[in-house]
């Protein structure tokens, strides 16, 4: 990714700014979709053959695409706002490869996808242009909240056994429940229920994006349960791992 100025962390100051909720237009399933939709994924395949460049178009149609809280389609569950808060544009991007199964190399997305090369072919401002201004906010919800939140708890664990490597226990290793006691000061069992509990009636989550709900919420929960300095510490670390 270039030109984000990751440094800035000064949101962490009125976080009430990015965990506004995000209007959303309804629900889709296979039945009532919309003809907007399919216009979108007509125009997004016809771009792609004529002109290649599938990063460019995907994410184009990536912001044209209506802001739903979910969608059935073929049986698969998308919810696309992650409490309404962070955009989870990865789950839209993946939906929209069905789509294009004959045109692009699937396993060449989702490879770009899960190693950040996807966004790297763009800058923030080309990013902004092209989800928009309300995607966007939700964008940079899910970065702070998903991206640099994994990142952190990697930094964590590395920092953790280092530590426990330094006192003299080389033979120890460090599970995830030294890692949220770290972060969070609670085991597993205890923010797992928490996270349930935080969920409305109307909030489902899909099996294959559970890690992702969860991350987000932990994020939030470090934001403002945490002591400001070491929160703000504590994300600039792992935001720095992410320029390696």
Known sequence: MKDLNIEDTSWMNSYDVFSSKIDVVGKYNEVNQSNEVSSIIISLRSSIQKHGNWKYFLLKAIGE?????????????????IFGE??????????????????VNPNEVIHDLNNGEFMHAFTQN??????????YRGYLNYWYGVIVEESLHQVSSKMLLKDLISKGF???KVDNELVLM??????????LQE??????????????RLSVWILYFLFKRRVNK??????????NIAIERLKI
Not at 126 to 135: A, Q
Not at 195 to 208: A, H
């Open 86 to 103: 962070a955009f989870d544009w990865p789950l839209l991007a993946r939906r929209l490869t069905r789509e294009l199964i004959d045109l």
């Open 126 to 135: 080309e990013i902004k242009d092209l989800l928009g201004t309300i995607k």
């Open 195 to 208: 996270f349930f509990d935080s969920l409305k009636s109307n909030e489902t989550v899909s099996t294959n």
């Open 182 to 191: 770290h972060l969070y000061e609670q085991n597993n069992s205890f923010l």
């Open 226 to 235: 945490g002591e400001p300095t070491r929160v703000a510490s504590d994300t």
């Open 65 to 81: 695409w209506p802001l739903v809280t979910e969608e059935f389609k073929k049986g698969i569950q998308y919810n696309y706002l």
């Open 170 to 172: 080389h033979d120890q």
